[in-house]
């Protein structure tokens, strides 16, 4: 699992409340990244982080925001749910630029 | 900008037979081509890559995948299938030119069924 560690594994949330999903790692990587997993859609990026309160956005980012205060947390944040964001979110991380990337077990969120 | 194609939403196989998972990709400049596998419950495992060199690329798990430039393909190939090798495969390029943070474009998935 490279050491990355997602939090909560699963969560089930009401329509309109907002929600903190984190990913921790051990090993200092400076690349992070979260994506979401849907049906027909594969995984798409939502943001992404190069470093400590350096972030972007990526494909899928409406409705979602990212912090990273520190190299280990990288936290994304739905600021009010909606049953369109109920999908298994995914962490990753990349020890160099041209290496693949390694991701956490997911967390399953499902909005009521 | 950059996409995959997964164009098979499953493959059928028998044990013991030849597994091919297609894939084929666009991107405005060089590629970076990936293979990783999704078992039930389970987060992504790396399977391959093709950076650069040798277009015929081994990997974990007996796995393979050759790159082909002309026809923009990079299908991910078992010469024995086993059960254990059902799972949920996706294919995933990184265009090199134009990317600086090493963003990945996934393919929808192709779930692999392994009949004894």
């Known amino acids: 699992d490279a050491g990355i560690t997602q939090s909560p594994r699963h969560k089930v949330t009401e329509t309109g409340t907002p929600v903190t999903l984190r990913c921790h790692q051990t090993?200092?990587?400076?690349?992070m990244y979260w994506y979401r997993q849907d049906p027909g859609h594969g995984l798409r990026l939502i943001h992404y982080?190069?470093?400590?309160?350096?972030?972007d956005k990526g494909e899928v980012s409406d409705g979602y925001s990212v912090s990273r205060s520190k190299t280990e947390d990288f936290l994304l944040t739905l600021e009010s749910a909606t049953s369109s964001q109920t999908s298994v979110y995914f962490c990753a991380i990349r020890t160099k630029m041209n290496t693949e990337a390694f991701f956490g077990q997911g967390t399953r969120l499902t909005v009521v | 900008a950059q996409s995959v194609a997964q164009p098979e939403d499953q493959v059928n196989v028998a044990e013991g037979n030849p597994l091919t998972v297609k894939c084929t990709y666009s991107?405005?400049?060089?590629?970076?081509l990936f293979w990783y596998v999704q078992y039930p419950n389970r987060g992504l495992q790396f399977l391959l890559k093709y950076i650069t060199g040798d277009n015929l690329v081994k990997g974990s798990y007996g796995f393979e995948a050759e790159f082909n430039k002309s026809q923009t393909s990079f299908h991910l190939k078992k010469p024995s299938a086993l059960v254990s090798d059902s799972a949920l495969y996706f294919c995933?390029?990184?265009?090199?030119?134009?990317?600086?943070?090493?963003?990945?474009?996934f393919g929808a998935g192709t779930q692999v069924v392994v009949t004894p």
């Open positions: 090993e200092n990587h400076r690349y």
């Open positions: 991107v405005s400049g060089n590629p970076y």
């Open positions: 982080s190069y470093g400590v309160k350096d972030t």
């Open positions: 995933a390029v990184r265009d090199m030119t134009t990317d600086s943070w090493g963003k990945l474009q």
